[in-house]
C-alpha cells in the first residue's frame, strides 16, 4: 500500500474541548455505541497494516514500533454489531485530495443512517468555517469543523450517484469530546478492549477494516488528538 492523502489540521486551541467535554455528562446520559470520527497524528507505520494468519485481521503496529508522524488524518472508529458495506468502503475514496475529515465524519454517518453521503461536500463547506484563513486554496480542515457543518447544515444524501441539498435532519444534535481513553471506549461500545477498528477512507487500496492497539490510540489521543461523541439526531 501506498502513502495516502492525509488532510486533518489540528485545532489552533482547545476551547472546543474545554467547553464540551463528554466528562460533563453523567454515564447514562452518555452516547454509546456510535461511531467515532477522530482526529490524530498518522503515522508512517499506519501506511502499512499488516493482516494476520491466525484470525485475518489486518492491524497496525504497536505504539513501541511507531517512528515518524507524516501528518493528521481523520479515520471513523467503528462500533461493534455495525456492518460498514463493501460499497461504502469503494465509495469513500478521498482520492489525492486532503479531504479527510469530510470522508471520515461521513462515514460515522454511513453507520448511523445506513446512508451514502457527498464526503466532498462536506469537506468543503468545513474549509470555509474554520480558522484558516488558506483554507481554500490549501487542503485540510478540522475535525471540529467538520462536524459543526453536520450539527449546523446537517448533511448532503447521494442517491443514484446524485446530491441532495444539504439536509438539517441528515446532520447530528450535538458532539462531543472524549479526554479518556476508557470513556471513548464505552462510547463507541468497546469498554476495555485491547483493540479497536477504524476505517479509513483511501477506497479499496487500504485494507477494509483495520485493527489498532488500544495502547496506540491511547498515546494517539495524548497527542494533540480529537476524539469526538455524535448524538445524532
Same mark, same amino acid.
Given at each position: 500500500?501506498?502513502e495516502g492523502?492525509?488532510g486533518r489540521?489540528?485545532?489552533? &486551541?482547545w476551547r472546543?474541548?474545554?467547553?464540551y467535554?463528554?466528562?460533563a455528562? /453523567?454515564?447514562?446520559?452518555?452516547?454509546?455505541? $456510535?461511531?467515532s470520527? $477522530?482526529?490524530?497524528?498518522?503515522y508512517?507505520?499506519f501506511d502499512?497494516? $499488516?493482516?494476520s494468519?491466525k484470525d485475518?485481521?489486518?492491524?497496525v503496529?504497536?505504539?513501541?514500533r511507531?517512528?515518524?508522524v507524516r501528518?493528521?488524518?481523520c479515520v471513523?472508529f467503528s462500533?461493534?454489531f455495525v456492518?460498514d458495506?463493501?460499497?461504502?468502503?469503494?465509495?469513500y &475514496?478521498?482520492g489525492?485530495?486532503g *479531504?479527510c475529515v469530510?470522508?471520515? /465524519?461521513?462515514? /460515522?454517518?454511513?453507520?448511523?443512517?445506513?446512508?451514502?453521503?457527498? *464526503?466532498r461536500?462536506l469537506y468543503?463547506?468545513?474549509?470555509?468555517? &474554520?480558522?484558516w484563513?488558506d483554507t481554500?486554496p490549501?487542503e485540510?480542515?478540522?475535525v471540529?469543523?467538520?462536524l459543526?457543518i453536520?450539527?449546523?447544515?446537517?448533511?448532503?444524501?447521494?442517491? /443514484?450517484?446524485?446530491?441532495?441539498?444539504?439536509?438539517?435532519?441528515?446532520g447530528i444534535a450535538?458532539?462531543?469530546?472524549a479526554?479518556?481513553?476508557d470513556?471513548w471506549?464505552?462510547?463507541i461500545?468497546?469498554?476495555?478492549?485491547?483493540?479497536v477498528p477504524?476505517?479509513n477512507?483511501?477506497g479499496?487500496?487500504?485494507s477494509?477494516?483495520?485493527?489498532?492497539?488500544?495502547? $496506540?490510540v491511547?498515546?494517539?489521543?495524548?497527542e494533540?488528538g480529537?476524539?469526538?461523541?455524535?448524538?445524532d439526531?
Amino acid at each position: 500500500m501506498t502513502e495516502g492523502p492525509l488532510g486533518r489540521r489540528p485545532p489552533t &486551541d482547545w476551547r472546543h474541548v474545554e467547553r464540551y467535554p463528554l466528562s460533563a455528562l /453523567a454515564g447514562p446520559d452518555r452516547p454509546t455505541e $456510535v461511531p467515532s470520527p $477522530v482526529g490524530v497524528n498518522w503515522y508512517a507505520e499506519f501506511d502499512h497494516p $499488516v493482516q494476520s494468519n491466525k484470525d485475518r485481521r489486518w492491524r497496525v503496529a504497536q505504539s513501541g514500533r511507531l517512528t515518524r508522524v507524516r501528518g493528521g488524518h481523520c479515520v471513523c472508529f467503528s462500533p461493534p454489531f455495525v456492518t460498514d458495506t463493501t460499497r461504502w468502503w469503494r465509495f469513500y &475514496d478521498q482520492g489525492q485530495e486532503g *479531504a479527510c475529515v469530510g470522508f471520515g /465524519a461521513s462515514r /460515522a454517518m454511513s453507520l448511523l443512517n445506513r446512508k451514502s453521503y457527498d *464526503a466532498r461536500w462536506l469537506y468543503h463547506a468545513a474549509q470555509e468555517i &474554520d480558522e484558516w484563513a488558506d483554507t481554500p486554496p490549501e487542503e485540510g480542515t478540522s475535525v471540529r469543523a467538520g462536524l459543526e457543518i453536520l450539527r449546523t447544515s446537517g448533511h448532503r444524501v447521494m442517491r /443514484a450517484g446524485f446530491p441532495h441539498p444539504p439536509n438539517p435532519r441528515e446532520g447530528i444534535a450535538v458532539y462531543r469530546w472524549a479526554t479518556s481513553i476508557d470513556d471513548w471506549l464505552a462510547a463507541i461500545g468497546r469498554p476495555g478492549a485491547d483493540e479497536v477498528p477504524f476505517l479509513n477512507s483511501w477506497g479499496t487500496t487500504y485494507s477494509h477494516i483495520t485493527w489498532m492497539p488500544t495502547e $496506540v490510540v491511547e498515546r494517539l489521543l495524548r497527542e494533540d488528538g480529537e476524539f469526538p461523541v455524535i448524538t445524532d439526531k
